[in-house]
Nanobody
C-alpha cells in the first residue's frame, strides 16, 4: 500500500525558509514521478512543483519559480521541497503526491496517491 507522509511544515515569518519532506513507502519510490501541491483556506488545491523519477526534470508553478526547489533522494525514499523567500500567500496545506503517468504532470488528476498534508503558515 502506497504511503506518503509529509513533515517540516510550521509557522515562519515572511522572507523565511522551510524545508518540507515526504517519506514514501509501500512502492518503488525511484520508479515514479512525484509532485507537491498546496491548498489555501477557501481555495482549490493547486500545483506547486513536480520532479521526474530520476530528478532530471522539474516543473514549477510560476508563483514559486526562483524561490522553491523540488528534489528527491531515491536512496532514502524521500521527496523534498525547499521553500525560500516565503510570502504570506504561500500559506496553506502542502501535499506530496505520486503520479501514475510516465510524464511529469502538473494537473491534480495526473496524480493518484496523496499524503495527508503538512501546514505551512507564513506571517507578514
Amino acid at each position: 500500500q502506497v504511503r506518503l507522509v509529509e513533515s517540516g511544515g510550521g509557522l515562519v515569518q515572511a522572507g523565511g525558509s522551510l524545508r518540507l519532506s515526504c517519506a514514501a513507502s509501500g512502492h518503488t519510490f525511484s520508479s515514479y514521478n512525484m509532485g507537491w501541491f498546496r491548498q489555501a483556506p477557501g481555495t482549490e488545491r493547486e500545483f506547486v512543483a513536480a520532479i521526474s523519477w530520476s530528478g532530471d526534470t522539474t516543473k514549477y508553478a510560476d508563483s514559486v519559480k526562483g524561490r522553491f526547489t523540488i528534489s528527491r533522494d531515491n536512496a532514502k525514499n524521500t521527496l523534498y521541497l525547499q521553500m525560500n523567500s516565503l510570502k504570506p500567500e504561500d500559506t496553506g496545506i502542502y501535499y506530496c503526491a505520486r503520479t501514475f503517468r510516465p510524464v511529469v504532470g502538473t494537473r491534480e488528476d495526473d496524480f493518484g496517491s496523496w499524503g495527508q498534508g503538512t501546514q505551512v503558515t507564513v506571517s507578514s
